[in-house]
């Protein structure tokens, strides 16, 4: 691959790119952990009702018959309560589950083997792109990438499925799937706006279409956005946008047709330090290729000239101007 | 890594804890429901119809109730204890990863063009990666129209590198022979080396390929020249065929490594005769952005916190310089040693008689301050 990346380096990486990636199964996470204790919570004060009740018969001389009914009730009332504390806890504990594959794959970036490190490396552009293309709103093209490529469980499509579905349901204006949905998400909400007055449920769902909007306009902030452009600027160059196109080189990803316009209004590489690159060979200029210059200006690499010597004369690339082969003077960058 | 794991860390006590009440919340629960069950079979058993319960089996009921109580909140207490390690989780992700990064984006710089754009190059991307499907569903979700002319030499390539990948090199070989002028031109041995393949998958087979592999040989007639050394070695093997290749000095033929190299020589020669990178430009994007990241985020924090905001946005250039490898060396770039600046067409380079460049800011500086 072009660009190398230490294991330090993903590691680096990781820390400003994959907080989505960990946060959005948590928070599911916690929406199920309160799910689980408000089930169990409730269950628990039916058992303790019937429970009660039972007491209350037995501390008077109780007929067998309601001792008896009663205690069916108090079973009955186990029953639905370990019925729903196990549906809880599995749910929990799938999202937990969920929340450790994702971290057991992002461990995955330092493996020693370089297949399995390139293999990360292209899920994890795959990951980003799924995201962006969900935020612009492309649902099945990020449907199939994430199939394709096997990461399925380590992108967040459900959670863009749902507000899609949600803004769907607005625009046929209809009120009842939005409704839901904040139903859902009532605690966060609560601690977000604390607006849950029933008449303030309007503003909400024109609050939810507009960040929901917002949301798709703000496809260009994606992390896969936002890496794309420092990644754009840590490559250009001036020479990728010289008037004659002279300089453009086949492989700079910043020299091809779409990418150098999106590359125009973003900040060029910083370069404290010279490189020269031979134009004919393609290979760097440094003291085992010295940088020879010809009369005309242009720098060539000593082994490009030699071997594009004949007859002991050189034939310039750029300008076709013929010179001796002793007439290239070397120079010194530093 | 640091992060990763102690994030996990606290998930594993959060999965344990589950786990445990998870146990423990069943078996109690059934435990309960059989006691209570076997309670109430008792006294049908031992009282009539209209009896009055017996006065110890009114006891025994009463501890019952205590009990069920008594286990039931603690089974509710239980679970909420398990909260505090649920929210250990969150705050660990929040310490450890950044929650968010827009400001390292340039507000405004890519509006409405560059949508449209951006959606071409992710198409031509998944037409490079063999992904057609998903190509063409951007196309349409997007509103592109598909260039078959873009969309062409990609399917082919994807086509052979496929028969590539599972050993079958006969569509390989074909593309080579149908141009075979221009490899040879730039310097490719593609052709040889897939006959020679063939030649080695042949070898495997054993002695019933003997005379199948013999009459292959004649393949490598026109490369006799370039590859006699291989050849030699090629045709030496043969004697062992009989014992088998992999108990000879020749079992490096055998290499499977060879086999994931035909691919990666095949896609370079392939996109050099076509005049395309070999590597998708966008992942190479993508990857330069993964380095820098990081990098501009923490110069951005620094910036900001010294309040020297300007430093960054009038300069049309990174603050910071990003180390990419030299494969990523792809245009040269002359800085001044004396400035430090980059050079441009109104600073250009100039060569002293020394034969030393700097830039002509620094030789005028250089005029003007000496004497």
Known sequence: MAVQESAAQLSMTLKVQEYPTLKVPYETLNKR?????????????????????LEKTLSSCPAVDSVVSLLDGVVEKLS?????????????????????RRIEHLKEHSSDQPAA??????????????????????????????????????????????????????????????????????????KMKDLLDPARWRMLIQQFRYDNYRLHQLGN???????????????????????????????????????????????????????????ISG?????????????????????????????????????????HFSQAEKVYIM | MDQCVTVERELEKVL?????YGQLCERGLEELIDYTGGLKHEILQSHGQDAELSGTLSLVLTQCCKRIKDTVQKLASDHKDIHSSVSRVGKAIDKNFDSDISSVGIDGCWQADSQRLLNEVMVEHFFRQGMLDVAEELCQESGLSVDPSQKEPFVELNRILEALKVRVLRPALEWAVSNR???????????????????????????????????????????????????????????????????SPYVHLLDANQWADICDIFTRDACALLGLSVESPLSVSFSAGCVALPALINIKAVIEQRQCTGV???????????????????????????????TTDNNPPMKLVCGHIISRDALNKMFNGSK
């Open chain 2, 312 to 342: 960054w946005n009038q300069k049309d250039e990174l603050p910071i310089e990003v180390d990419l490898g030299k494969k990523c060396w792809y245009h040269s770039i002359f800085a001044c040693p004396i400035l430090r600046q980059q």
């Open chain 2, 181 to 247: 002028e221009m490899l040879i031109a730039q310097n490719s041995s593609l052709e040889f080396k897939l006959h020679r393949l063939y030649f080695i998958s042949l070898l495997m087979g054993g002695t019933t390929n003997q005379r199948e592999a013999l009459q292959y040989a004649k393949n490598f007639q026109p490369f006799a020249l370039n590859h006699q050394k291989d050849i030699q070695v090629l045709m030496g093997s043969l004697v062992y065929l009989r014992q088998g290749i992999e108990n």
């Open chain 1, 117 to 190: 490190a390139s293999m990360w490396k292209r899920k994890r552009m795959d990951r980003m792109m799924v995201e962006h293309l969900l935020r612009c709103g492309y649902y099945n093209t990020a449907v199939k990438l994430a199939r394709q490529s096997g990461i399925e469980d380590l992108v967040n499509i459900e959670m863009f499925l749902t507000a899609k579905e949600v803004e769907e349901s607005l625009e046929r204006r209809e009120t009842a799937t939005c409704l839901a949905w904040c139903h859902d998400n009532k605690s966060r909400l609560r």
């Open chain 1, 221 to 279: 902030n994606s992390v896969f956005t936002l890496t794309l452009q420092a990644g754009l600027s840590a490559i250009k160059t001036p020479q990728c946008y010289k008037e004659d196109g002279s300089s453009k080189s086949p492989d700079c990803p910043v020299c091809s047709r779409s990418l150098n316009k999106l590359a125009q209004p973003l900040p060029m590489a910083h370069c404290a330090n010279s490189r020269l690159v031979c134009k």
């Open chain 1, 33 to 53: 952990f309160r799910a689980a204790q408000k089930n169990i919570d409730r269950e628990t004060s039916h058992v303790t009702m019937v429970v009660a009740e």
């Open chain 2, 16 to 20: 344990h804890k589950f786990s445990g």
């Open chain 1, 80 to 100: 639905v309560l370990k019925r729903k504390a196990v549906e809880s806890i599995q749910a929990e504990d799938e999202s937990a589950k969920l929340c450790k």
């Open chain 1, 283 to 323: 290979d760097v200029m440094n003291e085992n290729n010295p940088p020879m210059m010809l009369p005309n200006g242009y720098v060539y690499g000593y082994n490009s000239l030699l071997s594009i010597r004949q007859d002991d004369k050189v034939v310039c690339p750029r300008t076709k101007e013929v010179f």
